[in-house]
């Protein structure tokens, strides 16, 4: 007989099973822990760090559906948590009413990697909340051109992780990154608002690398590098519904640092804007020897709004110009879909492919494009590409 509590989880492909049994989970009588009750104090200056970690530890141990509340008021996680697992319990929630906010003095963190990292765990939701990284003073640092700056901590990370559920999270101020998913499967996040200054550096807004089946829906990013940045070994990727801006787009790289290194494959993003942002769509790998590979993309459904590179494959990416002069880039690109992809360009060039001279990008399709700059038809450029312009093109197709 069906359970009379459990609620219809709607059947689609964007959500995995797995990730619906883990929603409806929480329906089942789940053991509470307000962590208040296990001393995290909500003044915002007294660390709360090995409270937040003793939550953990009995929420890991339950063999029942478990709730970590966060109530209102302001939470510092003072020296950095790792959530550790494997757990016995595969079901936890966690819902944030409250703010978690990061140590002023960035250099409490700043070399630790990670600020909030949930490392090998199962059936982890989190919802709700504020993740504050107060990253603003470590911004102004890197970007006087210290040296004396430390490289500063991603706000949240899933390493090595399944079955992960985070839905209406806001990430404000994130030293580096806000939020990674690395060496994960089966992940959903909806609902997330990032925050953070045009010219914060490195801020990604989600970063995604050696993981399978992540989806990102109805997200809204403002940050200062990439809105979601897209790494080596990231395989059936989803992003729809999506605004971006300021940022530098979304993009998959940068790829090729390594001679050994994963591809990416089978990625769809649709239905995204782009507002005043450096790039749109990108694809950047560097211009030195790689096996890596890009195939299956569909970019669908994108406007662009005064975006300086609308659409652009960069394979001569090469920092500084050290350790890649007057090599080319080994990282073979196929099979890339642009469709239904209008708007404004801040540059005459709104289409570039710049390609491998080695492996010259291959299978590329323009369907149904139109970009303008300065109200008249916008440039495309190509070297070393090749492909197709269906339907209305508009630059010229340069192929």
């Known amino acids: 007989m069906a359970n009379p509590t459990q609620k219809h989880c709607p ?15 929480f329906t089942a009588e789940s053991a509470t822990y307000n962590v208040v009750n296990l001393g995290a104090k909500s003044n915002g200056q007294t660390d709360s760090t090995n409270a ?15 709730l970590i509340h966060v109530p209102q008021g302001r939470f510092m996680i003072g020296s950095g948590a790792t959530f550790r697992g494997p757990c016995a319990n595969k079901a936890i929630s966690i819902k944030i009413d409250g703010t978690l906010a990061a140590p002023s003095d960035y250099h409490v963190i700043g070399n630790t990697g990670n600020w909030l990292h949930f490392d090998h765990v199962t059936g982890v939701s989190i919802s709700g909340g504020v993740l504050d990284g107060q990253g603003s003073a470590l911004w102004g640092c890197k970007n006087s051109a210290k040296s004396t700056c430390p ?23 994130s030293q580096m990154f806000h939020i990674v ?21 490195n801020t990604d807004g989600i970063h995604v690398q050696m993981s399978s089946h992540v989806t990102i829906l109805n997200s809204k990013i403002r940050t200062g590098d990439d809105c979601i ?3 080596p070994g990231t395989t059936n990727l989803w992003i729809e519904n999506v605004a971006c801006g300021p940022g530098h787009g979304i993009s ?7 001679l050994n290194e994963a591809g990416v494959q089978n990625v769809t993003v649709k239905t995204v804007t782009f507002t005043g942002t450096q790039n749109g769509v990108r694809i950047k790998s560097w211009g030195k020897p790689s096996n890596g590979f890009v195939r299956n993309v569909l970019f669908q459904n994108a406007i662009m709004v005064y975006v300086q590179n609308p659409v652009v494959i960069d394979q001569n990416y090469c920092p500084g110009n050290k350790n890649c002069p007057g090599q080319a880039s080994g990282v073979k690109i196929s099979g890339v879909t642009y469709q239904d992809i209008h708007g404004t360009s801040a540059t005459k060039v709104a289409l570039k492919f710049d390609c491998s001279s080695r492996y010259p990008c291959r299978g590329i399709t323009l369907k149904d494009v139109k970009l303008t700059y300065q109200n008249q038809a916008a440039q495309a450029s190509c070297n070393n590409a090749g492909g197709a312009a269906l339907g209305s093109v508009q630059p010229e197709s340069c192929f």
Do not use: R
């Not at 059947?11 to 989970?25: A, K, M, Q, V």
């Not at 998913?181 to 550096?201: E, I, L, M, R």
């Open 229 to 231: 940045s897209i790494g």
């Open 11 to 25: 059947h689609s492909l964007l959500i995995p099973i797995i990730i619906c049994s883990l929603l409806n989970s």
């Open 52 to 66: 937040f970690l003793s939550v953990w530890s009995k929420a890991c141990a339950s063999t029942t559906p478990a």
């Open 151 to 173: 490289t500063g901590a991603t706000t949240l990370t899933f390493s090595n992780s399944q079955n992960i559920v985070i839905n209406g999270l806001t990430s404000i101020n």
């Open 181 to 201: 998913f690395n060496g994960c499967k089966n992940v959903k996040a909806q609902g997330v608002t990032v925050v953070a200054d045009g010219n914060s550096p």
């Open 252 to 258: 998959i790289g940068s790829l090729g640092k390594n």
